[in-house]
């Protein structure tokens, strides 16, 4: 069963990913958007994993609204919307319950993806952060490990694929060939995820 | 309640947020739409644009706080420009309880319809109508 403690160490672990690999980020949104989402999310995870350590929410649902709220107020970018909607609807699928099974995980999950999804109208194979999320919450009933295998391939998927959303959308025929940074920042946080299982 | 019977009677004004990526864009349309009201009456109007540092991008608080500054009762439309300003407002609507009650993101062309809302506003028109004003500028065409 995984409790708040587990959910806290994943928003910790997720800020240590993104904070080491906020200069890639940044680089692989140079080509093809604002060049700004490395020190985005860092500053959004930043506050998130402050606000966790602060207020210690103690159901895995608290943590997961509180750190999506931290990342909407924090972010500045399009990804603070986009990922606080992420974790507040999941963190809002999971209730209040003190402990849940990666089975209700994983649909809690897949309904914050699916508000992400509504949000931002992006489907798979847009070229976004769907591209890492939908793969890796199919592969999540697996295991953690091979939801962070399924994210990161989804991610280095994104490569060869004309964006249709968001600022790369613009570029049209230019934005392939890059690695989409949003979907390697979601395999960023699976595989912090999956290191905090331990997997 | 007709619009000229609402002014009359005292009845609350809608309130405008405008949202930009740039402080300077929001401030400026803000400008331009009050200039352009004439004699109506002072429409309560905020704009939130960058991010509390004063950089380009969007921020909830900044928007949250020019909500809550143009609520009088009568309801808050919201127009935005580009991307993580339409998912900000958005994502608070569908998530938070921070923005007033009645607020409404506007789907309308950031100038244009900064204009139509805030002039319509002035008539004393309840919400429903500003936003239609200012959804209805999209189809003026410039060519």
């Known amino acids: 069963m995984l409790d708040a403690d587990f959910f806290r160490r994943w928003m910790t672990a997720t800020a240590v990913s993104v904070g080491r690999e906020a200069e890639r980020l940044t680089a692989l949104d140079s080509p093809i958007g604002d060049a700004d989402h490395g020190s985005n999310l860092r500053r959004g995870f930043d506050a998130v994993a402050d606000a966790v350590a602060k207020e210690v929410p103690e159901t895995p649902g608290a943590v997961l609204v509180l750190a999506g709220s931290r990342l909407i107020s924090t972010v500045g970018g399009a990804s603070g919307p986009l990922y606080g909607t992420l974790l507040r609807r999941t963190g809002k699928a999971l209730g209040d319950a003190a402990e849940v099974s990666p089975a209700q995980f994983t649909e809690a999950l897949r309904v914050g993806v699916d508000a992400v999804m509504a949000l931002g109208g992006a489907a798979p194979g847009d070229k976004t952060m769907i591209d890492a999320l939908v793969p890796a919450v199919d592969a999540l009933a697996e295991s953690f490990a091979a939801a962070r295998v399924a994210a990161e391939q989804g991610a280095v998927a994104t490569t060869p694929l004309r964006a249709r959303k968001g600022r790369a959308s613009y570029l049209g025929e230019r934005s392939i060939g890059h690695q989409d940074p949003g979907a390697t920042s979601s395999a960023l946080l699976i595989a912090a995820l999956a290191e905090t299982a331990g997997e | ?143």
């Open chain 2, 1 to 143: 309640m007709s619009d000229d019977s609402r002014l009359r009677s005292g009845e609350p004004l809608v309130g405008v947020v405008l949202v930009s990526h740039s402080a300077a864009v929001a401030a400026s349309v803000a400008d331009l739409a009050r200039a352009l009201v004439g004699g109506g009456a002072t429409v309560p109007v905020a704009a939130a644009g960058g991010t509390r540092s004063g950089e380009l991008g969007t921020s909830a608080e900044l928007i949250t706080a020019a909500a809550r500054s143009v609520d009088r009762g009568a309801g808050v439309a919201v127009l935005t420009d580009l991307g993580s300003a339409v998912l900000t407002v958005k994502a608070l609507l569908a998530e938070g309880d921070e923005l007033p009650d009645g607020t409404r993101l506007v789907d309308a062309p950031f100038v244009e319809g900064a204009v139509a809302a805030v002039v319509t506003a002035s008539t004393g028109a309840g919400l429903a109508a500003v936003e239609a004003a200012a959804s209805e500028a999209y189809t003026y065409r410039k060519t």
